[in-house]
């Protein structure tokens, strides 16, 4: 079945540590998307990506990174620079030309 | 900045009941997407709004859009207990960017 993977699905990570948040999808979907999910803020946009070698800040991008070396892949690192890591990302794709997006089931990273 | 606004953030309504969620945006969009999201689980696309007038329905939720007030409503008609969840609004920032800004969420419980 199609779709799209993150993992791991719960992280804890130490201050001061960056992590990696991994996102594949098997969609074919050209375009990828990481949003960061805090409770009564809904989601807010940390980078996107149209496609392959190509991404694009989003509102909240400070403090983390990201690559987009493969279609299918769009991993997000969280850098110790990130000052409140602590939320739930979720990763979308979108097929070009097409406006829905297709979002994982989500890594939520506590820091300790 | 596109700023995306819903309210209530929460709503609590009894089975049978009707109420509307607003979206309210800041700059000019005429595309609008309604998703879903059950307790811990990813969001699914509910509508898809593309033009100033338009209205989708799909069972007990009807969404619509009016591009110049910069408003969307998704109405609930004679709810039950399933539709108890976080509903979001999302709109295109626009100018061929595919940048989505989400609104804060409608948490929904509809009590039986």
């Known amino acids: 079945d199609g779709g799209i993977t993150q993992s791991p699905k719960y992280l804890f990570r130490k201050e001061g540590q960056n992590v990696t948040l991994s996102c594949e999808q098997n969609l074919n979907h050209d375009a990828m998307y990481w949003y960061r999910q805090d409770p009564g803020q809904g989601l807010r946009l940390i980078y996107y990506?149209?496609?392959?070698?190509?991404?694009q800040k989003g509102d909240i991008a400070e403090g983390y990174s990201v690559s987009r070396e493969k279609k299918e892949s769009f991993p997000l690192t969280v850098t110790s620079a990130q000052k409140n890591p602590t939320a739930f990302y979720l990763c979308a794709s979108r097929p070009a030309g097409a406006n829905v997006l297709t979002f994982g089931a989500g890594s939520r990273l506590t820091v300790l | 900045e596109l700023k995306v606004e819903q309210n209530p953030l929460f709503l609590s309504m009894q089975e049978g009941k009707n109420y509307t969620i607003y979206c309210n945006y800041s700059t000019t969009s005429d595309r609008l997407y309604w998703y879903r999201q059950d307790p811990g689980k990813s969001l699914e696309s509910l509508f898809v709004l593309l033009s100033n007038g338009a209205v989708k329905q799909e069972g007990r939720l009807m969404a619509s859009l009016d591009t110049k007030a910069r408003l969307s409503t998704l109405h609930i008609t004679a709810a039950v207990h399933d539709l108890s969840a976080t509903y979001f609004c999302a709109v295109d920032a626009g100018s061929g960017t595919y940048k989505y800004i989400f609104g804060t969420g409608t948490r929904l419980k509809v009590l039986a």
């Open positions: 990506s149209q496609i392959v070698n190509d991404f």
